[in-house]
T-cell receptor
Framework: KAGVTQTPRYLIKTRGQQVTLSCSPI?????VSWYQQTPGQGLQFLFE???????NKGNFPGRFSGRQFSNSRSEMNVSTLELGDSALYLC?????????????FGSGTQLSVL | GQQLNQSPQSMFIQEGEDVSMNCTSS?????WLWYKQDPGEGPVLLIA?????ELTSNGRLTAQFGITRKDSFLNISASIPSDVGIYFC???????????FGKGTLLTVNP
C-alpha cells in the first residue's frame, strides 16, 4: 500500500509569490491534515479536511488555504509568500475522524522563500 | 487549549545505552502516539496507545500510557546509531479529533 505522497519535494520561491502544494493520502484514507514544521516552532497545525470540508483550522493567517477533492487528495496554497514561510510542510492522512485513529505522514515539501 | 510538555529537549548518549523520554499534558488524553523523524523526512509512527496503563512494545521501543491519562513515556533499549533522530509524542483528548504534538526530543547516539 503506497504511503502519503507529497509533491513537490523541494520548492524555492521568492517573496510575494504564491505556491501550491499537493498531497495524496493513503488509499482509503479520508482525512487529510497539514502541518508546518520549523526548527524553532516544531509541528504547527494548519488545517484538516474531511469529505472535502475543512473541519479544523490552526492559527495561521488567511494567506494559508487548502482544499480537498472528491478522491481525498488535498492541496494547500500560500499566497503572498513571506520569508518566514520557509519551512517543511507536512501532510498527514488518517482513515477516519475517530479519536483513536492513527495519523500517517508524508515526507513533506521543503519550501524555501528567498 | 491542550498543551504538551515533552522532555528532555535533547539527549546525547553512547551506543548501547537505554533512553527514556516523556510527555505530560495539561488535560486528559484518550490516545497517545509516538513518532520518529529523520532529517528532511516526515515523522514515522512508532507506537500507538489507547488505554490508561497500557504498555506496548515495538522491537527495542516500549511506550506506556500513564495511569493519570495525562502522560506517556517512551523507552529505547540498547540504542544504536540509527536511533538518531527527533522523537515526538502526540495526544488526542475528549471528542477533539485534532492531535496535539510535543516539541520533540532530539536524540544523538555516539557510536
Amino acid at each position: 500500500k503506497a504511503g502519503v505522497t507529497q509533491t513537490p519535494r523541494y520548492l524555492i520561491k521568492t517573496r510575494g509569490q504564491q505556491v501550491t502544494l499537493s498531497c495524496s493520502p493513503i488509499s482509503g484514507h479520508r482525512s487529510v491534515s497539514w502541518y508546518q514544521q520549523t526548527p524553532g516552532q516544531g509541528l504547527q497545525f494548519l488545517f484538516e479536511y474531511f469529505s472535502e470540508t475543512q473541519r479544523n483550522k490552526g492559527n495561521f493567517p488567511g494567506r494559508f488555504s487548502g482544499r480537498q477533492f472528491s478522491n481525498s487528495r488535498s492541496e494547500m496554497n500560500v499566497s503572498t509568500l513571506e520569508l518566514g514561510d520557509s519551512a517543511l510542510y507536512l501532510c498527514a492522512s488518517s482513515r477516519d475522524r475517530l479519536t483513536n485513529e492513527k495519523l500517517f505522514f508524508g515526507s513533506g515539501t521543503q519550501l524555501s522563500v528567498l | 487549549g491542550q498543551q504538551l510538555n515533552q522532555s528532555p529537549q535533547s539527549m546525547f548518549i553512547q551506543e548501547g545505552e537505554d533512553v527514556s523520554m516523556n510527555c505530560t499534558s495539561s488535560s486528559i488524553f484518550n490516545t497517545w502516539l509516538w513518532y520518529k523523524q529523520d532529517p528532511g523526512e516526515g515523522p514515522v509512527l512508532l507506537i500507538a496507545l489507547y488505554k490508561a496503563g497500557e504498555l506496548t512494545s515495538n522491537g527495542r521501543l516500549t511506550a506506556q500510557f500513564g495511569i493519570t491519562r495525562k502522560d506517556s513515556f517512551l523507552n529505547i533499549s540498547a540504542s544504536i546509531p540509527s536511533d538518531v533522530g527527533i522523537y515526538f509524542c502526540a495526544g488526542r483528548g475528549g471528542s477533539n479529533y485534532k492531535l496535539t504534538f510535543g516539541k520533540g526530543t532530539l536524540l544523538t547516539v555516539n557510536p
